[in-house]
């Protein structure tokens, strides 16, 4: 079967660095996507990644790596308003997109 | 970029009562249109997704339904609600095979 695996809830403190993991297993990859989604609200778009490596995006970075199955959401001088969980999904070999449980960050201050 | 129209935001139904959520979509033509339905601590599932006008492909068999009359219109029913309805429904809207997805700001479905 297919699966995204995330850890279910993070915490850290207003200023720092995070990291969220991801793994998959799927039939086949066309490119793995995060979104972050604050309570109540709809998904926004963050990053997608295709090819192995890291994408940089401000404060924001995605890495990937195909062979592994691996990916990984990180978060630079973390702000309150990163409070919000981060959903990752895959595209698999029918372009179908599979959605992990997503992982809720906390931000202490 | 698109906008995704999607109303009411919140609606509580009591068992066995019809349901029509709507989603128009703006700024964009030919949209694949998709249904999600999410549940507290579960990733989004996929309930119907659209091609083209009149085109519904379902995912999960159950009592519900989807319709596309107008190419940027989308529309989720029932007939008869049940309690396992209830949850946070998603309208989104994307392009090609490769698509980013813009969201609609959900509907909170509670059946009672």
């Known amino acids: 079967g297919q699966n995204i695996d995330q850890p279910t809830e993070m915490t850290a403190t207003e200023g720092a660095i995070v990291q969220i993991n991801c793994t998959y297993q799927?039939?086949?990859?066309?490119?793995l996507f995060w979104y972050q989604q604050h309570a109540g609200e709809a998904p926004t778009f963050l990053s997608y990644?295709?090819l192995d490596g890291l994408e940089e995006k401000g404060r924001f970075s995605s890495f990937l790596s195909r062979s592994k199955g691996y990916s990984y959401l990180l978060l630079k001088e973390l702000q309150m308003k990163d409070s919000a969980s981060y959903l990752c999904a895959v595209m698999d070999s029918n372009y179908q997109l599979i959605w992990g449980a997503g992982t809720k960050l906390i931000i202490k201050p | 970029s698109q906008t995704i129209h999607q109303w009411p935001a919140t609606l509580v139904q009591p068992v066995g009562s019809p349901l029509s959520l709507e989603c128009t979509v703006e700024?964009?033509?030919?949209?694949?249109l998709y249904w999600y339905r999410q549940a507290a601590g579960r990733g989004l599932q996929l309930l119907f997704y659209s091609v083209g006008i009149g085109q519904i492909s379902s995912e999960v068999p159950q009592n519900l339904s989807a319709s596309r009359p107008q190419d940027r219109q989308f529309i989720l029913s029932s007939k008869k609600l049940l309690l396992s309805d209830s949850g946070f429904y998603l309208c989104?809207?994307?392009?090609?095979?490769?698509?980013?997805?813009?969201f609609g700001s959900g509907t909170q479905l509670s059946v009672l």
């Open positions: 700024g964009t033509s030919n949209p694949n």
């Open positions: 799927t039939s086949g990859f066309n490119g």
């Open positions: 990644n295709v």
């Open positions: 989104a809207s994307g392009q090609g095979e490769i698509e980013k997805l813009f």
